[in-house]
């Protein structure tokens, strides 16, 4: 039995991963599972605790017991935590700066790691920023999507005003530069393309245009 279809989408903040992942799982009819979301999930358990998020041993405790699942259609993906509808409450500011942080903690993506591989095993498209050379190295097919820092601070800006209409260029592009900083150098799974994936650059790029070329790859490849 041909096993169900894995698609890897690894980039950078404001890449345009999740557009594309949604676009890519509505188009071929698979779960779409954005893995940022689960590191929010994490977060947003670590301000409900008592737990001080630099303390690493036990926000990866944390986050090897939490519940975290993820279901719906690509575009109306609902995430819970213990069986609570979170999916609002983990893009509110608070959880967004702790997250990047908790993100680094190898016990962390460890934890959700694992759990991104029981997800996905029932062939998915998967975002994130270690999906094609951590989580699912041998997914059929893998995406790496960049653009550059300034055209990827304005679409982060375009999204974070969604829940904070007093959202700034030149905090977001801070922001996001020290996120990159993070996740490059991180010593767990640092975020890089892997050497067999598709890199595509989007910078003055319509998303739709990406968006035809990464179905060619598919059907090319498949």
Same mark, same amino acid.
């Given at each position: 039995m041909t096993r169900p279809l894995i698609i890897a989408?690894?980039?950078?903040?404001?890449?345009? &991963?999740?557009?594309?992942?949604?676009?890519?799982?509505? &188009?071929?009819?698979?779960l779409y599972i954005d893995t940022g979301s689960m590191y929010r999930a994490v977060a947003l358990a670590v301000i409900e605790s008592t737990i001080n998020e630099t303390d690493d041993v036990a926000v990866g405790s944390l986050a090897g017991r939490v519940e975290i699942d993820l279901a719906g259609n690509p575009e109306s993906l609902s995430v819970s935590l213990n069986g609570q509808d979170v999916t609002e409450r983990i893009r509110d500011e608070d959880v967004t700066n702790i997250s990047s942080i908790i993100s680094t903690i190898p016990a962390v993506r460890r934890a959700m790691v694992k759990r991104q591989r029981e997800l996905g095993q029932r062939g998915a498209v998967m975002n994130g920023r270690d999906i094609g050379t951590v989580v699912f190295p041998e997914a059929?097919? &893998?995406?790496?999507?960049?653009?550059?820092?300034?055209?990827?601070?304005?679409?982060?800006?375009?999204?974070?005003? &969604?829940?904070?209409?007093?959202?700034?260029?030149?905090?977001?592009?801070?922001?996001?530069?020290e996120r990159d900083r993070r996740d490059t150098t991180r010593t767990d799974s640092p975020l890089i393309a892997a050497s067999d994936?598709?890199?595509?650059?989007?910078?003055?790029?319509?998303?739709?245009?990406?968006?035809?070329?990464?179905?060619?790859?598919?059907?090319?490849?498949?």
């Open positions: 989408i690894d980039g950078p903040s404001g890449a345009g &991963k999740s557009t594309l992942g949604q676009m890519l799982a509505r &188009k071929l009819g698979l059929d097919i &893998k995406f790496f999507l960049t653009a550059s820092p300034a055209e990827r601070a304005q679409r982060r800006l375009v999204e974070e005003r &969604k829940h904070n209409p007093a959202a700034n260029y030149d905090e977001v592009f801070a922001d996001m530069t994936a598709v890199i595509i650059d989007s910078t003055g790029v319509p998303l739709d245009h990406v968006f035809q070329r990464m179905m060619r790859e598919i059907e090319r490849r498949e």
